[in-house]
């Protein structure tokens, strides 16, 4: 029933920058949270970064500083501005809408930070 859907991920060089939009079909206030995670080949998917219905933002430690979660509530969408990337961040990225305990998955973005 809801639709997540991922877009802004491409090849970029180490120390560079992209950002990651997510777009879900009904408003994100309809959210207990919007989360941005991503998963490396053979490795857990991990949280990256959360807003919370009320705008409360958090970091996984490694980002903080360097990436920055925001959002546009009239277009239903969720950012992921991330700044100087590393090598082994490399992965496909995920943005999470979490309503009522359920998860609601987008299909990914791939991102690629490679020289």
């Known amino acids: 029933q809801v639709q997540v859907v991922e877009s802004g991920g491409g090849l970029v060089p180490p120390g560079g920058s992209l950002k990651l939009s997510c777009v879900v079909s009904?408003?994100?206030?309809?959210?207990?949270?919007i989360s941005w995670y991503r998963q490396a080949p053979g490795e857990e998917r991990a949280l990256v970064a959360a807003?919370?219905?009320?705008?409360?933002?958090n970091y996984v430690d490694s980002v903080r500083g360097r990436f920055a979660i925001s959002r546009d509530v009239a277009k239903n969408m969720v950012f992921l501005q991330m700044n100087a990337l590393r090598p082994e961040e490399t992965a496909v990225y995920y943005c999470?809408?979490?309503?009522?305990?359920?998860?609601?998955w987008g299909h990914g973005t791939q991102v690629d930070i490679s020289a």
């Open positions: 999470n809408a979490r309503r009522d305990g359920n998860d609601n």
């Open positions: 009904r408003s994100i206030l309809s959210f207990s949270s």
């Open positions: 807003i919370t219905i009320g705008g409360y933002r």
